[in-house]
């Protein structure tokens, strides 16, 4: 490793989170206001692929070349299996998110929970962005945060710290949701460096998002009673929802471990 490798090494944290938060930035200006549009989605939509194509050109290429430590952590997709595993599992990581937050934030006084609603415009807006919200974003985003920030990094207590560094700077950018966001962040980061794929943490954020987009879609059909909370941002879903969680979960688990043990034969 060159000279300049082993300067910018210990900045590169920082410079995924800034260079991130720009990208981000940028795909959100064109949704910026009240009333998004479907125009201003796609726009959001084209330049989120086009930030995509960059990091992945970057994470895959460049930083390679720059730090060596990174060639352990490949791009290649896992097996469908997994795929499927972990977006059985992400329900529950969603359920188990909004209780913990819960948890926290009332030791350090009572949280005001009202019921989940929704107007028919506001269902029309979370449907407008829920493409973008589990197709691209979190491709985008566990690239720049988890990616590009831990993968130059060769030990594993390292890789830890990193990670909570960038889950601090992550829940930051959700500004109200920062402690899910931290937490969730946490949950990735540490996923990433256990599994050496920046997809599975992929997966897992995806699957969160689009439990989100179901759960308001169940509460607006009126199937159900869930609570919620603003500040910060706190979902806690009615017995049915834990239920269907959890045994999503178990079919989850089964099909990630039977992946496992025909890796190992």
């Known amino acids: 490793m060159n000279k300049f490798s082993i300067i910018i090494k210990p900045f590169m944290p920082l410079l995924a989170a ?15 206001g009240d009333n998004p549009t479907f125009v201003g989605e796609l726009l ?31 791009l290649r997709l896992p097996r469908g299996s997994v795929f499927a595993g972990l977006l059985l599992v992400a329900p529950l990581w ?3 998110e909004g209780y913990i937050v819960y948890g926290i934030t009332s030791l350090a006084g009572s949280i005001e929970m009202k019921p989940l609603t929704h107007t028919a415009d506001e269902m029309r807006e979370d449907l407008l962005s829920g493409v973008h919200a589990v197709l691209l974003a979190p491709i985008l985003e566990e690239l720049c945060f988890r990616q590009m920030a831990i993968s130059p990094f060769r030990r594993r207590r390292t890789q830890i710290i990193v990670c909570v ?9 959700h500004v109200r949701n920062f402690p899910g966001a931290f ?6 980061g540490l996923v990433f460096i256990w599994s050496r794929s920046i997809w599975h943490s992929v997966i897992l954020h995806a699957g969160r998002n689009l439990s989100a987009i179901l759960l308001a879609v169940y509460s607006w ?7 919620m ?8 879903p009615d017995t049915k929802v834990i239920i269907a969680s959890l045994i999503l979960a178990v079919a989850g688990g089964f099909l990630l471990t039977k992946t496992k043990d025909k890796g190992s034969d």
């Open 165 to 173: 560094v960038m889950a601090l700077l992550f829940g930051m950018l």
């Open 18 to 32: 800034a260079y991130g938060v720009a990208v981000i930035y940028a795909t959100a200006q064109p949704v910026a």
């Open 94 to 96: 969603l359920v188990a």
């Open 44 to 74: 959001t939509w084209l330049i989120t692929l086009a930030g995509i194509a960059l990091t992945l050109y970057l994470v895959h290429r460049v930083e390679p070349s720059v730090f060596p430590a990174a060639g352990q952590f490949p």
């Open 183 to 188: 937490i969730s962040a946490m949950l990735y």
């Open 221 to 227: 059909l009126g199937l159900g009673d869930m609570q």
């Open 229 to 236: 909370s603003k500040t910060p941002v706190i979902i806690l």
